[in-house]
């Protein structure tokens, strides 16, 4: 199993720029496809980005492309989704999410019925 822990989320400016880290543990990162999503109140959980196993392929919500960047730090066994031009519709819980079903390495998923592991979120409030 991989065990996922996200960091990053806070309190930002519209505007301003956040950038969101989602550490493993147990498992190398890299040989899992991810996802992140996020969750505002009342509201159904939602596709952000998404990045392959083999970390060449990604994919973007329309909303966020241009603005959000999935990037790795495979010493540290770590992806960050890195977060500009923040908009308050951008407030929500963003969660990231991992997969080691042998898809293959170019496979994503945008559902978050692909994902079987999930960190425990972090908040994003973006102000106007």
């Known amino acids: 199993q991989v065990h996922l822990v996200e960091s990053g989320g806070g309190l930002v400016q519209a505007g301003g720029s956040l950038r969101l880290s989602c550490a493993a543990s147990?498992?190398?990162?890299?040989?899992?496809?991810m996802g992140w999503f996020r969750q505002a109140p009342g509201k159904e959980r939602e596709f952000v980005a998404a990045?392959?196993?083999?970390?060449?392929?990604?994919d973007y919500a329309d909303s966020v492309k241009g603005r959000f960047t999935i990037s790795s730090d495979n010493a540290k066994n770590t992806r960050y989704l890195q977060m500009n031009s923040l908009k308050p519709e951008d407030t929500a819980v963003y969660y990231c999410?991992?997969?080691?079903?042998?898809?293959?390495?170019?496979?994503?998923?945008?559902?978050?019925?692909?994902?079987?592991?999930w960190g425990q979120g972090t908040q994003v409030t973006v102000s106007s």
């Open positions: 999410a991992a997969t080691g079903v042998p898809y293959s390495s170019r496979w994503i998923g945008v559902s978050p019925l692909s994902y079987e592991y």
């Open positions: 990045v392959s196993r083999s970390g060449g392929s990604t």
């Open positions: 147990g498992r190398t990162l890299s040989n899992y496809a």
